[in-house]
């Protein structure tokens, strides 16, 4: 017999977004790895909060909502509000009920700048972390480094002298004509108007440069979880001293790391050794500061067929998390987000290696 295509609408609903998400659904596994961090977290958001007041946003429900957004790579926080407002997995995930009111997307934003201020992306970081450790997935022993360029939010267009005189108004105020022919741009003497602490970079000879920061990454070898994370204005230098940086906070004595080629450099090798670290960089062709006493060894080649794993991280929060071109400005948001975004994807990382909550 066939159906009547009518939809009736029903005065009471007795089944919760909990029955209708599946047991078995990939997003279960990291709910409970992300409610176990952020409950190490309450003494640091009550500390944000003042005691009196109206009710703001819950921050663990920010947080898991910024965690949908990387996952789903939701490019804004306004399509993040309309999908919170008809999809019923995002509320569940969330912990909102059907008939909760989902928040302005302006509202949001402001709360989520509290968070920003009170450096809770490291905190998160560092929260899931330590599940890592109680899973016994850290070696602590051998790591890998590595930098990436991370184009900013801003217009080669924007990027303009300093000291240049006011001229005539642009053609077009929204997209003007800009000739750069024959003019030698440097950030010692150019500033972008849109976002001043990004920096023209580019990747390597014959590539395009591009208004971009760098982010630093520090991945342990054994299961590919990062360690540590950081992001700096994109200098000539800045992926050296950053990998010191992460090395110091992170790889104990007696540790490892592997490196490519552009870290073969006298100051870096010397400095990592300084900390008591083998430095496993790739050699130069010619002028490498690293021999036999280093290459001789099989752990070396190791290390060296390990760099790749860094790679996936970096790819992996391009085309997911959407980092591929920065939506917001300044190195100080900015790595807020790229923290928050190897956070998660340590969470998808610990849900498939099986990691379970003490």
Not at 174 to 187: A, C, L, Q
Request: aromatic content about 8%; hydrophobic content about 40%; proline content about 5%.
């Amino acid at each position: 017999m066939r159906g009547d295509d009518e939809q009736t609408s029903h005065l009471f609903s007795y089944v919760s977004p909990e029955q209708r998400v599946p047991a078995d659904h990939p997003l279960r596994a990291i709910r409970a790895l992300t409610d176990e961090a952020l409950r190490s977290l309450s003494p640091r958001f009550a500390g944000l909060y003042a005691k009196t007041g109206r009710p703001s946003i819950p921050p663990e429900q920010l947080l898991r909502a910024l965690v949908l957004q990387v996952l789903y790579t939701v490019r804004s926080e306004r399509l993040l509000m309309e999908e919170l407002n008809y999809n019923l997995l995002f509320r569940w995930f969330v912990g909102l009920n059907m008939d909760d009111a989902v928040w302005h997307p302006t509202t949001f934003t402001k709360n989520r700048d509290r968070l920003l201020a009170g450096e809770v992306a490291a905190a998160f970081f560092d929260a899931v972390r330590a599940q890592t450790r109680t899973a016994g997935l850290l070696s602590d022993e051998h790591f890998t480094v590595d930098g990436t360029q991370l184009e900013a939010w801003a217009s080669l267009k924007s990027f303009q002298r300093v000291d240049a005189a006011p001229g005539e108004p642009p053609d077009d105020p929204g997209n003007p004509t800009v000739n750069f022919h024959g003019e030698s741009r440097r950030n010692d003497t150019h500033q972008s108007t849109t976002d001043g602490e990004a920096m023209l970079h580019k990747k390597g000879k014959g590539k395009e440069a591009k208004l971009a920061y760098l982010g630093h990454v520090l991945l342990d070898n054994r299961d590919g979880l990062v360690a540590n994370v950081c992001v700096t204005h994109a200098t000539g230098t800045a992926e050296r001293e950053a990998a010191v940086i992460l090395l110091e906070a992170s790889a104990p004595p007696g540790s490892t790391v592997g490196a490519d080629k552009g870290y073969d450099v006298a100051s870096f090798v010397a400095a990592v050794r300084g900390l008591d670290v083998t430095p496993h960089v790739a050699q130069k062709a010619r002028w490498s500061a690293i021999d036999g006493r280093t290459t001789r060894h099989p752990g070396y080649a190791v290390s060296g067929r390990k760099r790749k794993l860094v790679e996936q991280v970096f790819g992996w929060m391009k085309t997911v998390g959407g980092l591929h071109t920065l939506r917001h400005r300044g190195v100080e948001r900015v790595d807020w987000t790229v923290t928050f975004a190897a956070t998660v994807y340590n969470l998808v990382r610990l849900r498939n290696l099986g990691a379970t909550c003490p």
